[in-house]
């Protein structure tokens, strides 16, 4: 059996780094032995895992990109840490989630990897190894020429007060250039086609979407409220708190708005909008049950999970079609609209609201096209193809 390595910002406590611990957790209960190491949060009692950055490594990594615009690419203490797992685990396969989040050095990683002959899988949940700075491009395409001129989003995550986009990107390449044993996978057809035109391009790729729970995201009795419901982990101008706003104003009055998520302060008070704040998975399941129809205004996602469990809990969709938001929604499942355009939002949502749909369509259809099991197996044969 093989040795199989994670390493990812967390053991389970964000989205990406739940992911990464069911993949570890399958692949343990096939027989291999597995490994996470994370960055932040607490550890998993469910397979062994290594926390191996500290508040130093998020200190350095802060001040570099705030200051510099060198996100995860500046040395840090964690990688000597990360090589002394390495040694010791001795993996046969290395599956890299993502390395940007104050924790962890890209070019340090990669030279690591770099003087082991050993297959590497990276998931690009997000864009941000192809960019010269931004996890969500949006509408930009500097990245396929270089970034050769200041960044335009600075701004956004990961924030900086100066641009060096066109040096990160060279840099980004060149560690990447380093792993001769690379397979890249995206989970939806928005990232395949952001890959085509970046960088790495030319490294094999698989499209394998990203899977949920259908058994416990499921429809219930549960009667339908007059909620539009919204969910983001933290709300930014990216994942649409802006559009939130505008959108309050098309909605008609009997259908309100609960968000879920951290709002920044200034949004918190909003009349006609109720911020929930974090939720555990359990009360986001009872939520999107009651919900009449989720609204995705996100400008970018490269999957978006939260439409996935909505229509597993057979809530219907109502997104803007930017990123992969708007990817295999058809009605009575959901309708797309045009990235910004918050009134056609609202006249999707609420003929969503209104419509008679059934649950359980809407949930054979996410358990079609977001099963987990189906997830699970596909990254198992490439792990198997990868490690003849």
């Given at each position: 059996m093989a040795r199989i390595l994670h390493i990812s910002v967390t053991a389970g406590s964000d989205p990406t780094g739940r992911l990464a611990l069911q993949l570890a957790c399958d692949s343990a209960q096939r027989g291999h032995h597995t490994h996470l190491a994370f960055g932040r949060g607490p550890g998993s009692d469910q397979?062994?895992?290594?926390?191996?950055?500290?508040?130093?490594?998020?200190?350095?990594?802060?001040?570099?990109?705030?200051?510099?615009?060198?996100?995860?690419?500046?040395?840090?203490?964690?990688?000597?840490?990360?090589?002394?797992?390495?040694?010791?685990?001795?993996?046969?396969?290395?599956?890299?989630?993502?390395?940007?989040?104050?924790?962890?050095?890209?070019?340090?990683?990669?030279?690591?990897i770099a003087n082991r002959d050993i297959p590497v899988v990276v998931t690009l949940h997000d864009a941000w190894p192809l960019t010269g700075h931004c996890a969500t491009p949006a509408d930009c395409s500097?990245?396929?020429?270089?970034?050769?001129?200041?960044?335009?989003?600075?701004?956004?995550?990961?924030?900086?007060?100066?641009?060096?986009?066109?040096?990160?990107?060279?840099?980004?390449?060149?560690?990447?250039?380093?792993?001769?044993?690379?397979?890249?996978?995206?989970?939806?057809?928005?990232?395949?086609?952001?890959?085509?035109?970046?960088?790495?391009?030319?490294?094999?790729?698989?499209?394998?979407?990203?899977?949920?729970?259908?058994?416990?995201?499921?429809?219930?009795?549960?009667?339908?409220?007059?909620?539009?419901?919204?969910?983001?982990?933290?709300?930014?101008?990216?994942?649409?708190?802006?559009?939130?706003?505008?959108?309050?104003?098309?909605?008609?009055?009997?259908?309100?708005?609960?968000?879920?998520?951290?709002?920044?302060?200034?949004?918190?008070?909003?009349?006609?909008?109720?911020?929930?704040?974090?939720m555990t998975s359990g009360q986001l399941i009872e939520l999107y049950r009651r919900a009449a129809v989720l609204v995705n205004p996100s400008h970018g996602e490269s999957f978006s999970l939260v439409k996935a469990e909505a229509l597993a809990c057979g809530t219907p969709v109502a997104s803007y079609a930017g990123g992969a938001s708007g990817e295999l929604l058809t009605p009575p499942y959901g309708i797309s609209v045009p990235t910004g355009d918050t009134a056609s939002l609202a006249r999707a949502a609420v003929s969503l609201a209104i419509a008679d749909t059934n649950p359980a369509e809407l949930h054979d259809f996410a358990a079609r096209h977001f099963n987990l099991d189906k997830m699970l197996q596909q990254y198992n044969d490439l792990y198997n193809q990868l490690l003849k």
């Open positions: 397979i062994p895992s290594t926390r191996i950055a500290s508040p130093v490594d998020l200190a350095i990594h802060g001040f570099a990109t705030r200051l510099a615009d060198r996100h995860a690419l500046v040395s840090s203490p964690s990688a000597v840490k990360l090589c002394r797992l390495i040694d010791s685990f001795r993996p046969d396969l290395i599956h890299l989630h993502n390395i940007h989040g104050y924790y962890l050095s890209l070019p340090e990683l990669c030279r690591l500097k990245f396929t020429l270089g970034c050769t001129t200041p960044c335009p989003r600075c701004s956004h995550y990961p924030k900086a007060l100066v641009s060096r986009s066109e040096q990160n990107l060279r840099d980004k390449a060149h560690s990447f250039s380093l792993i001769p044993r690379l397979h890249i996978v995206v989970p939806s057809q928005y990232m395949l086609d952001i890959l085509a035109e970046s960088h790495l391009a030319r490294r094999p790729a698989s499209l394998i979407r990203n899977g949920i729970d259908t058994r416990r995201f499921r429809p219930d009795e549960t009667a339908r409220s007059h909620i539009a419901l919204a969910v983001s982990r933290h709300w930014s101008a990216d994942k649409g708190i802006d559009d939130l706003l505008e959108l309050r104003r098309h909605l008609p009055d009997n259908l309100r708005i609960v968000a879920v998520g951290q709002a920044p302060p200034g949004h918190r008070r909003h009349h006609g909008i109720t911020y929930t704040g974090a």
